[in-house]
């Protein structure tokens, strides 16, 4: 029998910089065995900076300019977790988050960027827009577009950028390229009497005219020391009126770095060695613009980033193998190309300077070419890794009881949990628990379990609870307990106990906003993590008694409470084929409740329900019928989640899309184009879908409109029961 390979170390890295992503694609392509890799990140797309004016003036489009970091972290073997870090216990070694428990590392890399620096202008952070975070930038951006286009602007609308270096120039070209013809108005507002302080005069000036060619006001000397609501004034005494006002100035750093206790400079930007370590905590590194290299302080630029990548890849794995690290060197010079919206852009470097557009498809060469390594990446790799860390088991691994979770790992986890869930983490050490429910009361059973759908644990284990929760809605019944099911990957207990910490916090997360209790359960190892629940619960309503999947009547209405397409969206991700933005979206739809949904169900009189998942919409609902009856589907009003169907038209399935479209055989009939690839969201099983409930028709508009009212956006009236005519064996029918 073959050694399983054992998870020893956990290498945490903050933010999808550029250092980052390089970094990890690095990493990927030599892997370490008993390593495991994680990304935090707020967003699951990361802009490449050196594209953002390109952006902007409309020369790109948004997948051209944005790195997927869910696609990289599946193509890596690394965990993505989408969440913002906000603080640091170096101590501890954990990462805190506002709204998720604390993630641990062995070792930590943080390449979260800067932002631009409000709160020593009075009213700034109040008033202004800040270029950083991107993300949020390019919203506020779309939402400025889509009013021009809507022409809810009128010409003369006054955009103001304050800053004078090369991004907030770049960023005033390009917005004005994209707004030529709206008649709005820009200007730039620097406080140095100059722009771009430490470029050549040959650039500047080149810089210069295309702002003034393109109409942009220009004010030096013009240090904005407060700004009010529509109205900036500077230390000179000047007003000037704006509509929307861009930040553009030097870079701050994020509050939580300093707050860590690590040594950072006067700005409280991370110092960092020449190894790129923190310079007072060896398991720490930082990189980018939020790193300050003690012994080579530079300007904070992306081309550093880029250049720090590699030598931050050799020196994460050097660190974890206990090999020598390399030195990082930063140039004192390098090539700025500066985009002047128009398919033009100007070069600098020392005394250096050129503009035209052979510099624009210089630049446009260049970076097409770093986006590359992350739009094709490779297809083949050698997964075998080529260095292991120290302590990682030769031996096979057990199986049966010996197969069990240590008891160390299990209790540390659970004394944790019992302090941050007191009341729903019980503390009892027997091997079973007692059951309490009202006297004469019905009690309600169910078992469901998953294999890893996503890679952050906490989220598996707040998915995992709401799939099991579900078949108790579909009933009519809220839960009172529960019972874990746990397989975790094999790894040292140090490991374990982390990873059943994060998933069992995420089930308890769901678990009391319900008032279930966690009573117990069992752990074991395995080669990949699994996590289910027993769940018990008692009806809803004494009076109206638990819900049926049979029971509808001819003329009742189907509504589909949750959109479909989750089977699809995860087995394009495993090819690296969905989109990050997209996942997101589906996950938020696992993580929703159908608790609420089954109270409106049963308070209107629903009369059949059940819950979607593994059989597919087709299959649970001929579950539902039974004898005369049969259902009318319409195609055109069933919800599907964000990028779904684009996934069905270029043929991509779940494993399970085959078995369930020949569960339901010759019992569909349908009137539309053998093509359409709506048929196969029919048959796409769904993880904690949602509710289907059969309703009589004029109850029907009460229960959709309360469904909505109650956040489930996405709930549709899908079809009705119909009445077969004699000897009809096609009991579904699709329109």
Known sequence: MQAAIELQRDLVLVGGGHSHVLALRMLA????????????SPASHTPYSGMLPGLISGHYDFEQV????????????????????????????????????????????????????????SGARAHAAPVKPIASFWQRWQRLLQQFERCEIDRGYRIALVGGGAGSVELALAMSRRLQDTGAKLSLWCGAPKILQGYNRGARRAVMAALQEQGIEIHLRARVVAVQPARLQCADGVEAPFN???????????????????????????????????????????????????????????????????????????????????????????????????????????????????????????????????????????????DS??????????????????????GTALKRLQQSYPRYCAEGRDDAAALHAPAGVTVVQSIDTLRQLVSDPWIMGRIAANHALSDLYACGAFPISALASVTLPYANELVQERDLYQLLAGALHEFSRVDCQLLGGHSMQGHELGLGFVVNGIPLSAEKGLLQKVGLAE???????????????????????????????????????NGEAARQALGHGASACTDITGFGLAGHLLEMLQGDLGARLALDSLPMMPGALPLFQAGFHSTM???????????????????????????????????????????????????????????????????????????????
């Not at 944005?66 to 690394?78: E, K």
Request: hydrophobic fraction near 45%; proline fraction near 6%.
């Open 29 to 40: 392509m030599q892997p370490i065995a008993g390593l495991r890799v994680t990304l935090v």
């Open 657 to 735: 899309q085959a078995p369930n479209q020949r569960s339901v055989g010759s019992a569909l009939q349908h009137s539309v184009h053998e093509g359409d690839a709506r048929l196969s969201a029919l048959f796409d099983p769904q993880t904690s879908g949602g509710l289907l409930i059969s309703i009589a028709a004029e109850r029907a508009p009460d229960l959709l409109a309360a469904l909505r009212e109650v956040d489930y956006r996405d709930a549709e009236v899908i079809g009705e029961i119909v009445a077969l005519p004699p000897g009809e064996t096609r009991v579904l029918h699709i329109d």
């Open 244 to 386: 929307t006002l861009f930040w553009c100035t030097g870079a701050a750093a994020a509050p939580w770095i300093a707050e860590s206790g690590l040594a950072t400079d006067e700005q409280g930007f991370l110092q960092v060695r020449d190894t790129l370590q923190a310079k007072d905590d060896e398991s720490v590194f930082g990189a980018g613009d939020i790193a300050t290299q003690v012994n080579h302080p530079r300007p904070k630029a992306g081309v550093y980033a880029v250049r720090m990548g590699p030598v931050l890849a050799h020196n994460l794995r050097a660190q974890l193998l206990n090999q020598p690290l390399q030195v990082f060197r930063p140039q004192r010079r390098f090539l700025s190309l500066l985009s002047l919206g128009d398919r033009r852009a100007t070069a600098n470097r020392g005394p250096f300077s050129a503009t035209g557009a052979w510099v624009w498809r210089w630049k446009d060469s260049i970076d097409r070419a770093f986006m590359g390594r992350f739009e094709q990446l490779p297809t083949v790799m050698d997964r075998i890794p080529s």
């Open 66 to 121: 944005h790195i997927d970091l869910a696609r990289l972290c599946q193509w890596s073997g690394a965990r993505f977790v989408a969440a913002e870090v906000v603080g640091l216990d170096a101590r501890q070694k954990t990462l805190s988050f506002q709204a998720r428990p604390d993630i641990a590392y062995d070792i930590v890399s943080i390449d979260i960027g800067s932002q631009p620096e409000l709160d020593s202008v």
């Open 555 to 593: 003329g009742d209405k189907l509504i589909l409470t949750k959109p479909i397409g989750s089977g699809v969206l995860f087995a394009a991700h495993m090819q690296l084929q969905a989109d990050g933005r997209d996942l997101q979206h589906a996950m938020n739809t696992l993580l929703q409740s």
């Open 389 to 410: 860390l120290p302590g990682v088991l030769q031996q096979p691994h057990c199986g049966g009881c010996g197969a069990k979770v240590g008891a160390d790992a299990l």
